[in-house]
């Protein structure tokens, strides 16, 4: 069974002390770090562009699993994996060609994934995992922190798994959305990896005991 990997987002941290939240993150025994990109379009809210990326890749060494929430991902990959992107995962619902937008990052010597909302039926991956290192369900409406899970996500990861164990049983299994301690364990039953949280982890005056109970 593979390593439960916890990937915090910065969308919860403290902006001004990014540096310093990132750090404590990895201290805290963080295995990514999850950086989530929105364009005001794709999704309504606005966070952050590569210039972001670049400037925190210099305070870590952790790999940082950058989520594009933004229209035509395609045209924003280079300047993304020149930012030090290690993981670029996309939205299937927002790109013009999901397999050749995985194939181009793939070309970038970076992991590649797609990502889907949660009103996306599982089944358009079918004949897409196998071009994908990750895959991301999201739990939760892409856009904003701090939202509850949404409890049919269960369901869906569990066909998820499926499909991908079909597909592509090397590819990853990341969820994103509402993962709280009390919920992580019913998560990574149904076949979740990779455990995105953001308030959970940010806002625990004891982060490291937070993420190894997520763990």
Do not use: W
Request: net charge negative; with cysteine.
């Amino acid at each position: 069974m593979k390593k439960t990997l916890i990937a915090p987002s910065i969308l919860s941290a403290d902006f001004s002390r990014m540096g310093e939240e990132i750090r404590r993150m990895e201290q805290a025994g963080a295995d990514l770090i999850h950086c989530d990109v929105m364009d005001g379009i794709f999704v309504p809210n606005i966070t952050f562009g590569p210039k972001f990326i670049a400037d925190i890749r210099k305070t870590t060494r952790l790999p940082l699993d950058v989520h594009l929430m933004i229209t035509k991902p395609e045209r924003y990959i280079d300047v993304f994996a020149d930012a030090g992107a290690d993981y670029l995962t996309f939205h299937y619902e927002a790109a013009e060609s999901p397999v050749d937008t995985l194939q181009k990052i793939k070309k970038r010597g970076i992991k590649n994934g797609i990502v889907i909302s949660p009103d996306t039926p599982v089944n358009v991956l079918r004949g897409i995992l196998q071009h994908c290192d990750m895959v991301l369900l999201m739990s939760v409406y892409p856009g904003f922190g701090g939202q509850k899970f949404i409890e049919k996500s269960l369901e869906r990861l569990a066909e998820l798994t499926k499909l991908a164990l079909t597909e592509n049983p090397e590819i990853l299994i990341e969820i994103d959305g509402g993962v709280t301690v009390e919920n992580a364990a019913a998560i990574k039953a149904v076949g979740a990896q990779v455990l995105v949280a953001g308030n959970t982890v940010f806002s625990a005056p004891n982060a490291a005991a937070v993420i190894q109970s997520l763990r």
